[in-house]
Structures are given as structure tokens and as C-alpha cells.
């Protein structure tokens, strides 16, 4: 499918139009964005969706007009995009990897370009190196150090995929060995099946009397592009995505002890094979064995928890932060679940950054059995994603107002993701605040400043009375952006105090509140959160499930995320 391939060159023709000198090419920069966003999440291969319908089939789509669509049909057509090809002749640079970096944007690449020679990562580093970077204007010593530790956390990421990426991946080889007929079960395990924000390599299970066959079909699958090791009853292959994946026959009386090993972690593990040592048996991923070697359990996990004197745990919970423990005590808590989930409160649509019309959103949230959906376009300060102002807002409620009544099965909500600015006011009027039926607050722009300074503004948004969610409270983007810096003890602490509602943002580069801190807001804290999908567009509405394994890997109850209210209920938090 080159959907993919598409949108990340269509994102690049966006970097590229941002260093035009001569005219401010603003929209046209948004409208590739857009662009790039909708194929990007597209569920049908656009080629698919070009065979059947044409050139009329693309310009349906969100946000593509015609100069947009003849590129891609190009693309379809000949393997090339005459439009990338110019731009990149201009500019022969990496912008990929180094728009990753911290601190790095079209602008400053470009200059790094003209003035050092710096095309891609490797000759950024060099000109860090040789702190050629310090002596050109507008940047300095500390620019330097940024980058090096940009640089750095590019390259430690490099081998790990997001959860977003590597889930779905799993998903396609699992959908398609069990589709092969040669085995009787098929089962995920490792860090994708804990749900980790980052995934290093996937881990599957199956049971099979076929193995050879499997190992087989296994190592010809679309998805792989070599073979790493292949053996009778493993194999590990390399993904075209970038990451390797085991997969391992198990006998069905083993499934449950080779789960439970592989899922992990490692250090839970450790920590539940010394229970059973003390407890005079031995544990491996072949099952559970008493002392004359006769094996006692292996055929489920929950019977290898149980002869252990253990509660079983969901995976999102085995990172060794105290479940071992609470499980001995069989304390451990009825965990959230993705069918928990009644509603979203964090979704964009076309009036800012976002690629569908509020109409779409609305049928897609409620297509996908959402009770109610709040619309929380972004607010002026937030320029580069179209944000909008008190008289805009004003229009973009009356036309909610106007979709939401043709519209049965499904309560709309009026919201907005407003900027909490850098002296802690926000950026719309009260009485545009007051219009809506609940506020998400955000830190967008002045990244930058001190802990003490960061950490006031918040609590001073708080303190308004107009922030009832702050969303996506550390900034941070996970392996390209570090979080804000700011004291989050004490911002915890004055969301308490404020009733304010910490969310988690389930894009999955930002899931944020992290799984640490949840657990961090949830135990010391006693605080609420909501789980929202940030959506951009129809399909992203769906990355709710990412937000709901971080709320797990936290040990959130469902009575602990407000978004699984009803309605009612809800809207009775919101008025409090
Ligand atoms: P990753 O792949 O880095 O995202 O993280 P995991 O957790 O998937 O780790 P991986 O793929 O190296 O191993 C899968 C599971 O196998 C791991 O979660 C626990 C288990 N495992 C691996 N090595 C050991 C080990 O040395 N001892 C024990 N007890 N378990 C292990
Ligand atoms: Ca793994
Ligand atoms: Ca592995």
C-alpha cells in the first residue's frame, strides 16, 4: 500500500513550500499537511480507491483539490511526483530524520543547509562536533547541546516503532497466519501485548503440528524483508516497517507458561519465578513443574498465577511496579477496558488542523458506537493549525449547533483546546468559554521557559475556573520532543485542588500523561482522567485504544476516567 509513502511526501512538499522567502505560503503549506493527514489514515488503499473511481475518487476526499490530486495520480501512475522531484532538487535534504530533532524546524534545517553544508543526520552531527553550529546566527552554545541530545534521542529511538505502528503491523501477520489454515491458535505477546508506548520487536506465539509449514509461510509473508534466523520451531525475520519479529510453535500444553514468559516483562518474570522457586517448583516457559519434574500447570496462564498462590493480571500491568505484590495479596484492581469507553473529548475537525468536516467526525464517533463526542478545535494563538478566534468560534458553534440537531443517536458537545498563554491567561474571552460545554486547557507555544515559571502559568490556568481538562500535560512527543519542563508534583496537586481533569491524549507519539505518571496522579493524587483520541481526521478517532493501554499500564479503574460516564453523569461533573 503506498498511502504511507504518499503522505510523507506530501508532509515533505509542506517543509519545503515553509522556506519560500518571497510569499507567505501559509495555505498552501496547510493544505498539504491536510492532504498528507488524510491519505495518511486513510483505512483503503488509495490505489484501490484511484482504480475505482478515478480522479473524481481523490478529489472526494477531505482537503484534496485538484493540483493535489494530479500529483498523487502521477505518483499512482508512474512511480514519480514531479512536483517532490523540483522541490527536492532545490532542497537535497533529509528532511524526515531531521525535522525529528528538537528545535529544528523547515526554516533552521535550511539555514543549517546553505550555511554548513548539513543535509541529513550524519553531517548534522559532524557540524556539531566541530561546534561549527555555535557560530552562526541565531543559534549558539545551547543549540548545539540541544541538538546532540536531539541527535541523540533520535538515534536511541531508531530500532524501537511506536505502539501505533507496530500494533497495527501485529494485527495484519496475526489476521493472516490464522488465515493460513495450519494453525489451531495464534497469540501476541511481548511489550505490543503490554501495550508499551514503544515496541523494540514483536513477539509471537502459535500453536501448530505444523511447524515447518509455519515457518514457512511465516518468512514468505508481503510484510518481511529478510530472514534473520529460521529454525524448526522459531524464526525471526525483519519487517519491512523497520523492526524484527519472532515468531515461535508452542505445544497446546504449553501455551499458557510460554504466554506468560513471553509476555513479560522481564523483571516481572524474575520476580514470579522466585516465587515459585520458594514455593519448591520451577518455572520456564514450558509450564509450571513440581520437584519431581511432573508438570503441574502450563496449558493457561491463569492456572500458573493460581498454583502460585498469584491473582492474574491483565499484561498492561506486568512491569514489576508492585502488582507482583498486590497480586500475592489478590488486591488487584478491575482494570478499564476498551468497551468501557462512552464518549471522546478531544477530537479536531476541518475548522482547524483537522482533515473532516464536524459532520463526518460526528457520524464516524457515532458509527463506532460513541454516546457522545466533544468538538475541541484549536484556539488563535495555535497559527500554524489554524486556530480560531472569539468570532469564529462564535460561527463554528452556531453551525455545531445547527449539525448536531439533524443528527439522532449521538450528544454533541461544544469544546475547544484552548492555549493556556505564557502568563497563565487564556486565549479566548469568558464568554466564549462560557459557551461551551466543557474546556480542554493546553501549553502550545513558549515551550521554553523555566520550571518555576512553567509551573505557575498552569496552576494560575487552573485557577480561572475555565480549565476542567488539561490536555496533553507534558508536551512531550515521544523520541522527538522532551517534555515541558515543569514541577508536575505541584501541578498535580493544584488539579486536585481545582478539580481539574488530567487527560491522556491517545495520539500515539504523544500518550501523554505517560503510563508512569498515571500511576504517579492515580495513587498519590487521587485524580480523574480522560482518555481522548486527538483525532485529526476519521480514522484517528480509533487511537482511543492506545490512551486506554496507557490507562492500564497506570492501573486506572474505569470509574477513574470520566469519559466512561454516561452522558448524564458527565455533564454533572462539568456543572460542579
Ligand atoms: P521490546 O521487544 O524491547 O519492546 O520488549 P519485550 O518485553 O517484548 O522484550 P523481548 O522481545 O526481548 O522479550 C519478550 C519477553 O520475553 C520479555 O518481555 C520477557 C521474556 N524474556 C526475554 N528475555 C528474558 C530473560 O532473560 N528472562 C526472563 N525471565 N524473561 C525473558
Ligand atoms: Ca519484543
Ligand atoms: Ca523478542
Redesign the pocket.
Known amino acids: 500500500m503506498d498511502n504511507k509513502k504518499i503522505a510523507e511526501m506530501l508532509e515533505e512538499i509542506a517543509e519545503m513550500l515553509e522556506l519560500d522567502e518571497e510569499k507567505d505560503r501559509h495555505f498552501e503549506v496547510r493544505a498539504y499537511r491536510k492532504a498528507a493527514l488524510t491519505i495518511g489514515s486513510m483505512q483503503e488503499d488509495i490505489r484501490d480507491l484511484y482504480k475505482r473511481k478515478g480522479e473524481r475518487g481523490l478529489l472526494e476526499l477531505p482537503g484534496i483539490g485538484k493540483g493535489i490530486a494530479g500529483s498523487v495520480i502521477e505518483f499512482l501512475e508512474n512511480g514519480r511526483m514531479s512536483k517532490y522531484d523540483d522541490f527536492k532538487k532545490r532542497y537535497p535534504l533529509d528532511f524526515k530524520d531531521l525535522s525529528n530533532i528538537q528545535g529544528l524546524g523547515a526554516k533552521r534545517i535550511y539555514k543549517l543547509y546553505r550555511s554548513l553544508g548539513v543535509k541529513d543526520l550524519s553531517t548534522l552531527k559532524a557540524a556539531v562536533e566541530k561546534h561549527e553550529i555555535r557560530e552562526l546566527e541565531g543559534f549558539g552554545a545551547r543549540s548545539e547541546e540541544e541538538l546532540l541530545r536531539g541527535i541523540k534521542r533520535v538515534e536511541s529511538g531508531k530500532g524501537?516503532l511506536l505502539l501505533g505502528s507496530a500494533l497495527p503491523e501485529a494485527e495484519t501477520i496475526i489476521s493472516k497466519i490464522k488465515r493460513s489454515g495450519l494453525v489451531d491458535a495464534v497469540e501476541l505477546?511481548?511489550?505490543?501485548r503490554?501495550m508499551?508506548e514503544?515496541?523494540?520487536?514483536l513477539?509471537i506465539l502459535v500453536i501448530s503440528n505444523k511447524s515447518k509449514e509455519v515457518m514457512d509461510f511465516v518468512e514468505n509473508m508481503d510484510e518481511v524483508s529478510e530472514t534473520v534466523v529460521k529454525g524448526p520451531t522459531k524464526t525471526t525475520v525483519m519487517l519491512k516497517i523497520g523492526i524484527t519479529c519472532?515468531v515461535r510453535v508452542v505445544k497446546k500444553e504449553s501455551i499458557g507458561a510460554a504466554l506468560q514468559?513471553?509476555?513479560?516483562?522481564?523483571d516481572h518474570?524474575?520476580k514470579v519465578?522466585q516465587i515459585a522457586i520458594r514455593k519448591g517448583y520451577k518455572l520456564n516457559e514450558y509450564g509450571l513443574f513440581g520437584s519431581r519434574g511432573k508438570r503441574i500447570a502450563g496449558r493457561s496462564e491463569k492456572e500458573i498465577y493460581e498454583k502460585l498462590g498469584m491473582q492474574i493480571m491483565d499484561p498492561e500491568m506486568r512491569e514489576d511496579r508492585g502488582e507482583v505484590e498486590l497480586s500475592l495479596e489478590h488486591k488487584i484492581p478491575k482494570l478499564i477496558q476498551l468497551e468501557d469507553m462512552h464518549g471522546d473529548l478531544h477530537v479536531h475537525t476541518n475548522h482547524s488542523d483537522g482533515s473532516d468536516t464536524i459532520e463526518d467526525m460526528i457520524l464516524e464517533a457515532r458509527s463506532i458506537g460513541r454516546e457522545y463526542i466533544g468538538i475541541s478545535d484549536h484556539s488563535k494563538s495555535e497559527y500554524v493549525a489554524g486556530g480560531m478566534d472569539d468570532k469564529k468560534f462564535a460561527k463554528h458553534f452556531d453551525e455545531i449547533d445547527k449539525i448536531s440537531d439533524k443528527i439522532d443517536g449521538i450528544k454533541v458537545l461544544k469544546s475547544a483546546e484552548i492555549d493556556i498563554l505564557k502568563d497563565g491567561g487564556l486565549d479566548l474571552q469568558r464568554k466564549t468559554l462560557e459557551r461551551m460545554d466543557y474546556r480542554l486547557g493546553a501549553v502550545h507555544t513558549n515551550t521554553k521557559m523555566g520550571k518555576d515559571e512553567m509551573t505557575k502559568r498552569i496552576i494560575k490556568a487552573f485557577e480561572s475556573g475555565y480549565v476542567d481538562i488539561l490536555a496533553h500535560p507534558t508536551g512531550r512527543l515521544i523520541q522527538k520532543r522532551d517534555p515541558i519542563d515543569v514541577d508536575l508534583d505541584r501541578v498535580l496537586e493544584a488539579a486536585k485542588d481545582n478539580g481539574v481533569i488530567m487527560e491522556i491524549d491517545s495520539f500515539p507519539e504523544r500518550l501523554d500523561l505517560g503510563d508512569e505518571n498515571v500511576l504517579k496522579a492515580k495513587r498519590e493524587y487521587g485524580l480523574k482522567f480522560s482518555i481522548g483520541s486527538d483525532a485529526h481526521s476519521k480514522a484517528q478517532l480509533g487511537f482511543i485504544r492506545y490512551g486506554v493501554g496507557t490507562a492500564k499500564r497506570g492501573w486506572l479503574r474505569s470509574d477513574e476516567v470520566v469519559n466512561t460516564y454516561h452522558i448524564a453523569k458527565l455533564m454533572k461533573l462539568f456543572k460542579g
Do not use: E, L
Request: aromatic letters at 10%; hydrophobic letters at 25%; charged letters at 35%.
Open positions: 524501537r505477546a511481548g511489550s505490543a503490554r508499551k514503544t515496541v523494540g520487536d513477539d519472532d514468559y513471553f509476555i513479560g516483562n522481564k518474570n524474575v519465578r
